[in-house]
């Protein structure tokens, strides 16, 4: 059985699935609302699953129902974001997986924070790519809560022309969701900079968080930065 529920369950696992529906809380609640769901199965909490307009981050706490889930996303037409094992469980239409990183390097605070003018960020972010960093189409929806560092749900660097994004922030867990040069810049060491500017600002909030990156072809970047590849991320379509 799926019914929506007001706020997350105590003892949830602390990760990067996690982590999006708590920076979306923090975001989002007082605004537009997020919606928040259970699944039960024989009296038993086996799937938690939260997000806004039909993109959900799931997180599977047991045994679930996988039919039902299945079922739930395809006549919501919604886009799912878990862990790569419970992708490969549900019969999506299509499924697109990113390998993920983790920082491991300690990182140097630096002086400037880079948060620049939101105008800026638009314009580097739609130019577009760093290396084999490729982003996806500009989203406004998608930008707005990236660029939502005030709300500390997200936060992002701008340096040189480069940005740095964080789209997911909590004292946690915090997930790179994109880096981004002008094409002309590419090859200076701009998006390095910008990616290490982002790092300090999040260890500056949040000395404790895990930092993790989630890309499909640009693990060589992030490694030369200090991260380690741990696993997979995916992206389901339905």
């Not at 490729?134 to 480069?162: E, Q």
């Not at 970047?221 to 590849?229: A, D, E, L, P, R």
Request: hydrophobic residues 40%.
């Amino acid at each position: 059985m799926i019914e929506r529920i007001e706020k997350l369950p105590e003892g949830l696992p602390e990760n990067v699935v996690t982590a999006r529906i708590n920076a979306l809380l923090s975001a989002y609640r007082d605004s537009v609302g997020i919606d928040i769901f259970t699944q039960t199965v024989d009296g038993q909490i086996t799937a938690i699953f939260g997000g806004m307009d039909g993109s959900f981050s799931l997180e599977l706490c047991g045994k679930a129902d996988i039919e039902e889930l299945d079922s739930y996303f395809s006549f919501l037409s919604g886009t799912v974001f878990c862990d790569s094992v419970t992708a490969d469980a549900l019969h999506c239409e299509e499924k697109q997986y990113s390998d993920l990183y983790e920082l491991t390097d300690a990182v140097e605070i630096t002086d400037g924070d880079g948060h620049g003018r939101i105008s800026d960020v638009y314009h580097v972010l739609k130019m577009g790519e760093d290396g084999d960093i490729v982003l996806p189409p500009f989203d406004p929806w998608y930008t707005d809560l990236c660029v939502r560092f005030n709300h500390g749900a997200a936060d992002l660097a701008l340096c040189d022309g480069a940005v740095a994004v964080a789209g997911f922030v909590t004292d946690q867990n915090a997930l790179i969701t994109g880096v981004a040069v002008g094409k002309s810049d590419r090859k200076k060491g701009r998006g390095t900079k910008a990616l290490k500017t982002l790092l300090s600002n999040i260890r500056k909030k949040h000395p404790s968080c895990r930092v993790f990156a989630a890309t499909q072809n640009a693990g060589g970047f992030y490694i030369k930065n200090g991260f380690k590849k741990v696993g997979r991320i995916a992206v389901l379509m339905y």
